[in-house]
């Protein structure tokens, strides 16, 4: 089974033909309030330890075994998160959830792909040979994608584990950034999860805010990590949706909800806005890819592609968590990034691309099962 794939490709969507349902009882609300608990916590830790950077920019130990430790111990966060517990799977005994918590600073509401159907957006992606900006579907007749309420502590539990607590998958939102010189930037991560590597920028959990969270979610990572906002947007597509197993050690799906974002900012323009984002630290520095050279990219991903069996070797002989980059993967391209940038590609070049693209990045990438619906 390919370890990241192209699940779907729909025509070019704007918000209103997106319509999303919340399924599953979890009472915002009450999520809410014991989030804000924590906050609470977790500000007066960060305070009290005199910390004056960005938890994320912390080394692995003093992220985890010192501000963390920290917080887990105060019997206001135990309070607070056995009530968000309760809260999202009153089935599951919080002390069993508490040990898989890592960053327990990362406190934020998400969202996961409960169901969708697709076949309308897909059939017209397949019928339409020119896509013109201005197409728009009827809402029921495009993508309705029903979403289930989670929290940042349980995708914690699933990177850790491989399992899933949740009845429905880990969702991110993830965007293709086009500039108007024609480079697509991509991340150089930085932090402790998954730093070191390459991937796309700006992306991020889907959060349960905003009237279309797909929507809202891709607005606040162009703000917070690339410091865009929506009037530096001329055109905000979703185009698909690709899969990845990598992420979560190999065993759970993670969805990406791929969005096409033109600006008509140049590169050196966008990396002035980067430069100044609130969530800059996020990616070291950004690194272009020509948009109009698809062969480039695929060349560009074969020569530096994730050594995942590698990794996975590490993380059986010496507990290296794979969420922790081993030295041999430092500048690589994580599987994610991979397919999801290549969704973009295949979205415009067609199917003979994706079966080119498959023969030269091998078995670990699906690229082509996406058009047999």
């Known amino acids: 089974m390919a370890l990241a794939r192209i699940a779907e490709l729909y025509n070019r969507l704007n918000q209103k033909d997106v319509t999303t349902t919340y399924v599953g009882g979890v009472d915002a609300s009450v999520l809410k309030n014991h989030m804000e608990e924590i906050n609470t916590v977790v500000k007066g830790v ?11 920019n912390l080394s692995k130990d003093d992220r985890e075994h010192v501000l963390g430790a920290r917080i887990k111990s105060s019997s206001k966060w135990q309070s607070a998160f056995k009530g968000l517990v309760n809260c999202v ?12 918590v890592y960053n327990p600073d990362w406190n934020s509401s998400q969202i996961g792909l409960a169901g969708l159907d ?23 007749s495009s993508l309705a994608v029903e979403l289930g309420i989670s929290h940042s502590y349980y995708d914690q539990l699933t990177r850790m584990t491989g399992k899933k607590p949740i009845d429905f998958d880990s969702m991110s939102v993830s965007g293709l950034l086009k ?33 279309n969270p797909l929507f809202f979610s891709m607005q606040m990572e162009l703000l917070g990590e690339m410091g865009l906002s929506l009037e530096d947007i001329s055109r ?11 992420a979560q050690n190999g065993e759970v799906e993670r969805s990406y909800f791929m969005f096409e974002l033109r600006t008509p900012l140049t590169l050196q323009e966008v990396l002035s806005r980067w430069s100044g984002a609130k969530d800059r630290d996020e990616h070291k520095y950004l690194v272009p890819l020509p948009e109009d050279d698809a062969d480039y990219v695929l060349d560009f991903f074969a020569r530096n592609k994730f050594n995942y069996d590698l990794a996975m070797q590490r993380r059986a002989e010496n507990g290296i968590e794979l969420r922790h980059t081993i030295p041999e993967n430092v500048g690589t391209v994580l599987p994610q990034c991979v397919v999801s940038t290549l969704l973009g590609y295949v979205h415009s070049e067609g199917e003979s691309f994706a079966k080119k693209a498959e023969e030269v990045l091998g078995k670990n990438f699906d690229l082509t099962s996406c058009f047999n619906r």
Not at 121 to 135: K, L, P, Q, S
Not at 185 to 198: A, E, K, W, Y
């Open 89 to 100: 799977t009153p089935d599951i005994d919080p002390d069993e959830l508490m040990p898989h």
């Open 46 to 56: 960060i305070h009290d330890l005199n910390i004056k950077v960005h938890p994320m």
């Open 179 to 211: 500039t108007a010189d024609n480079y697509i930037p991509l991340g150089f991560r930085g932090g402790t999860n998954f730093s070191n590597v390459l991937m796309n920028s700006p992306v991020g959990s889907a959060e349960a805010r905003g009237e």
């Open 236 to 246: 905000m597509n979703l185009i698909g949706r690709a899969v990845d197993k990598h």
């Open 118 to 140: 697709y076949d309308a957006a897909f059939e017209r992606f397949m019928n339409t040979v020119t896509v013109a900006d201005d197409i728009h579907f009827a809402p029921n």
